[in-house]
């Protein structure tokens, strides 16, 4: 067995090559967490319409409502499909200078008792406050509900909130006793490193923040028996080995014992499953169109190609397959995620929906 390692007979191996000089700088990019810090109020509550449909599963629908008129809601949380008449979370977005503290979210509290006492909605099942930071003052009321709802009371008996005051006395009446019934271990702060890990599991991550290096999934392997999925391209591959080889390979059990035929169509759709592996890749880690988007860079290209005058559809097939290979893609975090062999199963994927073909109309069937 020979040694495959061993150096080159006749002249001493060259010593490697080392490239001297400065580190290579890249631009400072500023973490997650930094640029969420950095949101206007506006873009903070984008932010967390973005992330809490992370949070739970039985969530039926997330509305964003913040803005004049609210009624103390920024992001709604609905569990049925009454909305405000049913079972629902309240996300309360405070985007400050500094960090949230007790006062203002005492204010905020009054207002969602007076919206519940006016009918504008149901007290909700669970108040989050979303905030980046929060002064230690709130930290520790929230983590004492009973003793924070007897001063949320007395602070209420003897405040000048406008909310307040301007109900009729009847009015401020319900809001007490509402309060007094109500369980604050309802209100709950949320922690802005957990927003961002949350964050990270939807679609939206992706186009908010810089990407990080993902471990894309093995390729998928082709099944022995074929797909319904992988019929329109499996047909046209049958036409194109027909078109060739005549008889001697115009079904797939032919094709499978024909000594070309054979290995080229096993060739092919372990590249249509490579491609598909990349497909549902993208669509797990990414928001909806990236895998189209290669798709379209490829097709524009090839179909060109494929409009070329070709003696079979053989060559139209192989002329198209080799032109997908230098397909320059357009820059999206999922293009470096793209290998060669995806390349030939996305033509095949373009062949799957129809918009390309090999051979002529009127060729082998």
Not at 74 to 93: F, I, K, M
């Amino acid at each position: 067995m020979s040694d495959q390692t061993r150096a080159p007979q006749g002249d001493p191996a060259e010593p490697p090559l080392v490239l001297k000089g400065p580190a290579m700088q890249f631009p400072y990019m500023p973490s997650p967490k930094k640029l969420v810090f950095g949101y206007d109020p506006d873009e903070f509550e984008e932010f967390v319409k973005e992330w809490v449909p992370a949070l739970q599963s039985e969530y039926v629908r997330v509305e964003r409502q913040g803005g004049s008129g609210d009624h103390g809601i920024d992001v709604a949380a609905y569990r049925s499909a009454q909305g405000l008449e049913g079972p629902w979370d309240n996300y309360q977005c405070k985007r400050y200078k500094s960090a949230l503290n007790w006062s203002t979210a005492a204010g905020e509290i009054r207002k969602m008792f007076v919206g519940v006492v006016l009918g504008h909605f149901v007290l909700p099942a669970q108040y989050i406050f979303v905030a980046p930071a929060f002064a230690r003052n709130l930290r520790t009321a929230l983590a004492k509900p009973a003793q924070t709802r007897t001063k949320f009371l007395e602070e209420l008996a003897e405040t000048s909130d406008e909310v307040i005051t301007r109900l009729t006395p009847d009015q401020q009446q319900e809001v007490a006793q509402l309060a007094e019934q109500t369980d604050f271990s309802m209100f709950v702060p949320v922690d802005m490193d957990l927003m961002l890990e949350q964050h990270k599991t939807t679609p939206h991550w992706a186009t908010r923040f810089p990407d990080e290096q993902r471990e894309r999934p093995a390729v998928m392997l082709p099944p022995e028996e074929h797909n319904p999925e992988e019929a329109q391209y499996v047909q046209q591959l049958v036409r194109v080995y027909a078109e060739r080889w005549k008889a001697d390979a115009d079904t797939l059990e032919l094709i499978a014992q024909h000594p070309t035929a054979g290995a080229h169509m096993r060739r092919q759709r372990e590249a249509f499953y490579s491609a598909e592996s990349l497909k549902r890749f993208a669509r797990d880690a990414y928001p909806d169109g990236h895998f189209n988007a290669v798709m379209d860079d490829v097709h524009a290209h090839a179909v060109e190609v494929a409009d070329k005058r070709f003696e079979l559809g053989w060559d139209r097939l192989q002329a198209v397959l080799e032109a997908a290979g230098v397909v320059a893609l357009t820059e999206t975090v999922l293009t470096r995620y793209v290998r060669p062999l995806d390349r030939k199963g996305v033509c095949h994927h373009l062949a799957n929906d129809g918009r390309l073909k090999w051979c002529e109309e009127g060729g082998a069937a």
